[in-house]
């Protein structure tokens, strides 16, 4: 593998720390709604619309994210006029879309859709990814206690005024863009752990939901650049990197909850809890 230059260094990592810290702070809120699986199920309905961009010769995220909001749509509409739930009709989709991207993504292609390659990434993408990941932070945050409400109960969000399907379709689409500005620092195949990893691990270090919707964000940020400058040095990609690093962090927290928590047994004072 050739010796990045700075410029492309630059660029991934500004793509890695914004796409990171939003995609750790609405994983925060994925977590909590026991959707982890959604993220990861999301990443793999990407593939035909790169697939179509590779074939046809536009920006591939342009295609994802076509795909990506089209299936938001249809999952939330579905959603809306049966019984089943989100991971149930977002699991067929996924399925049927990784169907098709595999037939027909170009086999030369295939795995840099898979796994992503922050080598190709451009100024482009960083103005792209930069506003985008800035604006996915604001909405989020905008309707953060009103899906925390209908986290809690469906019914007593309804009476307070909270339009809940209107809502749940406002977070489908956040995701399916942080998914789409994701896929090209670490792939369709890993990007749902970018969403979902930086969750878990700031759920074991966290009090409240404040504090954890930030916490997540930053370990998201921590993971994408530390995964990346340590792509930089060993000459490997990045997305497993970054999710290694993730991973890792989780893991500590992990450790350091139950450590503190066994103190907090002998001391008598019982184990603590986490809000959410």
Same mark, same amino acid.
């Given at each position: ?64 994210? @076509?795909? +990506? ?5 249809? @999952? ?28 027909? *993504? ?5 795995? #840099? ?18 506003? *985008? ?6 909405? *989020? ?18 009476? &307070?005024?909270?339009?809940? #399907?209107?809502? &749940? ?15 090209? #620092?670490?792939?369709?195949? +890993? ?12 759920? &074991?270090?966290? @009090? *409240? ?25 060993? &000459? ?26 066994? #103190? ?13």
């Amino acid at each position: 593998m050739t010796r990045k230059l700075p410029s492309t260094i630059l660029f991934s990592l500004a793509v890695g720390a914004f796409a990171g810290s939003a995609a750790g702070y609405l994983g925060s809120i994925m977590v909590s709604r026991h959707m982890a699986l959604v993220g990861d199920a999301m990443s793999h309905v990407a593939l035909p619309g790169l697939a179509l961009g590779i074939l046809f010769g536009f920006n591939p995220f342009i295609g994802a994210f @076509t795909f +990506l909001a089209v299936t938001a749509i249809i @999952t939330w509409q579905i959603q809306r006029s049966t019984t089943l739930s989100i991971e149930a009709i977002i699991g067929v989709l996924f399925v049927l879309a990784l169907a098709i991207g595999i037939l027909i *993504t170009p086999q030369v292609d295939l795995l #840099e859709a898979l796994f992503g390659d922050i080598s190709k990434l451009t100024l482009i993408d960083v103005i792209v990814t930069v506003p *985008t990941s800035v604006l996915v932070i604001i909405v *989020t945050r905008a309707i953060h206690d009103k899906l925390a409400l209908s986290v809690i109960s469906k019914e007593l969000a309804v009476s &307070n005024g909270v339009r809940v #399907e209107r809502i &749940n379709l406002i977070y489908l689409l956040l995701v399916a863009t942080i998914v789409a500005i994701g896929i090209k #620092e670490v792939g369709t195949l +890993l990007v749902g752990a970018v969403v979902i990893v930086p969750a878990a691990a700031a759920r &074991n270090v966290s @009090t *409240t939901m404040r504090t954890y919707s930030l916490t997540s964000s930053l370990i998201g940020l921590l993971s994408a650049t530390s995964g990346i400058m340590l792509s930089s040095y060993v &000459n490997v990609p990045a997305g497993p990197l970054v999710v290694i690093v993730g991973a890792t962090i989780f893991a500590l927290g992990l450790f350091f909850r139950s450590a503190s928590r066994s #103190e907090r047994i002998k001391s008598g004072q019982g184990p603590a809890t986490t809000s959410s």
